[in-house]
């Protein structure tokens, strides 16, 4: 099972910036797409951005033209650049992984344990 690992997240004042950061642990998968979502209290998970193993995005609506996702190789962390960051940003933001074994081909899809991201008025 791949292990990730998230850092970033924290307070900002509206207008700010913060950058999440995700890390996978492990060497025998093979990942094909890293994601960031969000959730809040008593709501579903909701995606924010993702990018594939060729470098393709896709941003929620609600965060393109603010939010870059990025990653720099197969085993690199994946990135979430926040700017403009607006209170009703606010929320547990999760790493996700899908990949399968390169032992025996198992698919998986990871979670993070989450980071706060908090944006004040």
């Known amino acids: 099972q791949v292990q990730l690992v998230e850092s970033g997240g924290g307070l900002v004042q509206t207008g700010g910036s913060l950058r999440l950061s995700c890390a996978a642990s492990?060497?025998?998968?093979?990942?094909?797409?890293m994601g960031w979502y969000r959730q809040a209290p008593g709501k579903q998970r909701t995606l924010v951005a993702t990018i594939s193993s060729g470098g393709s995005t896709n941003y929620a609506d609600s965060v393109k033209g603010r939010f870059t996702i990025s990653r720099d190789g197969a085993k690199a962390p994946v990135y979430l650049q926040m700017n403009s960051l607006k209170p009703e940003d606010t929320d547990v933001y999760y790493c996700?992984?899908?990949?399968?074994?390169?032992?025996?081909?198992?698919?998986?899809?990871?979670w993070g344990q989450g980071t706060q991201v908090t944006v004040s008025s």
């Open positions: 996700n992984a899908k990949g399968s074994s390169y032992i025996n081909g198992v698919s998986f899809n990871s």
């Open positions: 492990g060497s025998t998968f093979n990942i094909n797409a």
